[in-house]
């Protein structure tokens, strides 16, 4: 049988727009009146900004956590770098949207903290798939071995994936930050086909 991986953010489940979402919904607690574009273009240069600082981002880039992402992981992991993560997280999350606020002149810790841990939350409930998922992955699921091939932070990665029901359709699932190592690097194609016992695999995968 022939083997298809599988891309997962916004390739099979809407990633950036749900963040976006997420955004524009914390940000309506507050009654500020705020440019919700221009604060979503601020709050991710500003996690950017935060983000290239750490120690932890030679790390983070090898496995392809991106900075957004990091607002509302947990980082669960047995790996020292997920160890450092977890205690500098709750600080990246408050500094990113401290700064941010500040920038639209709400100098509050106190709200930069609540929204810091609102985002983290609504970003939780948010894994919608695109329209044509399910249809394509149940069609394929007959005639095809399938496997998805993801970066980013495992924790993250399987909320996703058990959020929008999606663990049913795959044979293996291969996460960057369960190995090391992120797409394009060969090594975790490797994992992947030895995963699915696939000598030949047709790729398809999209870039954020």
């Given at each position: 049988m022939d083997t298809v991986?599988?891309?997962?953010?916004?390739?099979?489940?809407v990633e950036w727009k749900s963040a976006e979402e997420s955004f524009i919904e914390t940000i309506g607690q507050i009654d500020h009146k705020i440019d919700i574009d221009e604060f979503i273009k601020t709050i991710r240069g500003q996690a950017k900004?935060?983000?290239?600082?750490?120690?932890t981002i030679d790390f983070c880039l090898n496995i392809g956590i991106s900075s957004w992402e990091a607002l509302w992981a947990e980082f669960d992991g047995n790996d020292n770098h997920y160890k450092i993560l977890r205690d500098l997280s709750a600080n990246y999350r408050f500094e990113t949207w401290n700064q941010t606020l500040i920038k639209f002149n709400i100098n509050n810790p106190d709200v930069a903290n609540k929204l810091s841990?609102?985002?983290?939350?609504?970003?939780d409930t948010k894994h919608k798939l695109f329209p044509?998922?399910?249809g394509t992955l149940d069609k394929f699921k007959s005639l095809f071995k399938l496997g998805i091939i993801t970066n980013g932070a495992p924790d993250l990665q399987w909320k996703k994936i058990n959020g929008g029901n999606?663990?049913?359709?795959?044979?293996?699932?291969?996460?960057?930050?369960?190995?090391?190592?992120a797409k394009p690097n060969k090594r975790l194609f490797d994992i992947a086909m030895d995963g699915l016992k696939a000598k030949k695999i047709k790729c398809h995968y999209g870039w954020r």
């Open positions: 991986l599988f891309d997962l953010d916004d390739t099979l489940i900004e935060l983000w290239y600082k750490l120690p841990l609102e985002f983290k939350k609504i970003r044509e998922t399910k999606l663990k049913h359709f795959f044979n293996y699932i291969t996460i960057s930050g369960e190995h090391g190592y």
